[in-house]
């Protein structure tokens, strides 16, 4: 049974609801988010530079949250019935979306663009952000709590493949649909997931009575340095951390990659990001059959040296690309007939499928090899450590984008990112090889 997809688990209620409720969660997160992103992109701006600072503003948005209050949603989701707190913020969510709803719709109408309908995008793709921050622990932290120990790397495996998979079907849809549709469905689909949240088994507390510090600065501070302090735990932190900061870059150069290098509409656009989605997901089951539910560092370093590869293959792909006249753009089915079209869209899935084989044992990793009671602040510290990496990136690349650095060549940085994740991931393969993971750190009381 350690050795299969786990595919049984989702006919299990102790799984499933949460499924689908992380499922709905990434969709609307990401339908919302490209709605936004390809609707300025392609239809306010008209600059390269505007266009990779607009792409990184928006990643920085919805990622700031995670910086800040990881801390206080990983105590919570220690200290309280984790069914509880998803109750309560996919009930925010619902409010977080008419707000976002509105401003699409304000934008298809063009009404105040600039001056209400973008601030209000933006101000509720950060209020997503924050309603994500604390669902983050709670859909990996629950997972040793409901699951088996044999069952928890197939479990995590399926909560990565389905939010690849959800963020998958949430671009492909906001790059296909109208700006208004987009706004009815984020809508609907967050009065779906608050239902479906409603049926998550009660999670209560491993160990009840933990005192919460609502100084968000000083726990965030102190739950790091609890963590970090244990040697497996930081640098599986810091060599997930790398892998988000190459797909923050990746997903901020995207669009206007896509618009001005390729010379290619909306719908190529969100074909990349979905083509990322699906490799990731093929790459989380691949690497679980690999390692038949072990928990391993053990193809870390080799699956994001493969990645890196990848990425330099993607960059000469693009190097080479013949661009259309100015002012056209090719369409979806006209850029597959473009000469290179199959070997940039190969180099691409090469990227995601090698980088979710590297990801996916780590976060198994960070919540096996610590107590059941601190396994949502460990993925809250490393939410932190992950959303300050992020941010760096994406200020690294619209300081690039404003020094007038070519959106193609900031590539190589995230190529070059890749070789640190690998010297890290193979340290903590090192550290971890006998097969005596678990050490029995535990996080101090006020962490």
């Known amino acids: 049974m350690s050795g299969d997809l786990g595919l049984h688990l989702l006919g299990k209620r102790r799984f499933l609801p949460l499924f689908v409720t992380q499922f709905l969660n990434a969709f609307n997160d990401n339908l919302f988010k490209n709605a936004m992103v390809l609707f300025v992109v392609y239809q306010v701006l008209s600059d390269e530079a505007s266009e990779t600072w607009f792409s990184a503003l928006a990643t920085a948005l919805f990622i700031l949250p995670f910086l800040t209050l990881s801390a206080l949603s990983g105590q919570l989701a220690d200290a309280n019935d984790k069914a509880k707190i998803i109750r309560i913020v996919k009930g925010c969510e619902i409010g977080i979306m008419a707000i976002g709803a509105g401003g699409l719709v304000m934008g298809w109408l063009d009404i105040l663009v600039m001056e209400a309908a973008i601030p209000l995008m933006l101000l509720a793709l950060l209020a997503m952000g924050i309603h994500s921050t604390f669902f983050g622990p709670i859909k990996y932290a629950v997972l040793p709590q409901h699951l088996e120990r044999k069952e928890v790397l197939a479990g995590t495996g399926l909560v990565e493949a389905g939010t690849y998979l959800a963020i998958l079907t949430g671009t492909i849809i906001a790059g296909v649909i109208a700006v208004q549709t987009a706004a009815v469905m984020c809508f609907v689909v967050a009065l779906i997931g608050y239902f479906a949240g409603r049926q998550v088994p009660p999670a209560p507390p491993e160990e009840p009575g933990h005192k919460i510090d609502w100084n968000v600065i000083r726990s965030s501070v102190n739950l790091v340095r609890a963590t970090m302090h244990i040697p497996r735990l930081f ?32 719908e190529v656009a969100s074909l990349f990001l979905a083509i990322f989605s699906i490799g990731v997901s093929i790459g989380s089951i691949v690497i679980n059959r690999l390692l038949k539910g072990e928990v391993s560092a053990r193809y870390s370093a080799p699956s994001v040296i493969v990645m890196g590869v990848f990425i330099v293959l993607f960059y000469q792909v693009c190097q080479g690309w013949e661009r259309t006249p100015d002012g056209t753009l090719l369409q979806f089915w006209d850029f597959f007939s473009h000469p290179d079209a199959l070997k940039l869209v190969g180099c691409l899935l090469g990227i995601a499928i090698s980088g979710g084989m590297f990801v996916v044992p780590l976060y198994a990793f960070l919540t096996t090899t610590v107590h059941k009671s601190e ?14 990496a992020m941010v760096i990136g994406s200020i ?10 070519q959106t193609v060549d900031q590539l190589l940085l995230a190529a070059a990112m890749c070789l640190v994740s690998a010297w890290l991931g193979w340290k903590l393969h090192k550290v971890c090889d006998d097969g005596k993971i678990f050490e029995g750190h535990s996080l101090p009381e006020d962490a």
């Not at 790398?242 to 618009?259: D, E, N, R, S």
């Open 396 to 405: 690294i690349s619209t300081g690039l984008s404003l020094l007038e650095m």
């Open 235 to 266: 640098m599986a932190i810091i060599a997930i951390s790398f892998f988000w900061t190459v797909g923050a870059v990746l997903f901020i150069l995207f669009p206007p990659l896509v618009k001005n290098v390729l010379t290619s509409d909306k």
């Open 375 to 388: 396994a949502a602040r460990t993925v809250a510290a490393n939410n932190i450590v992950n959303s300050f």
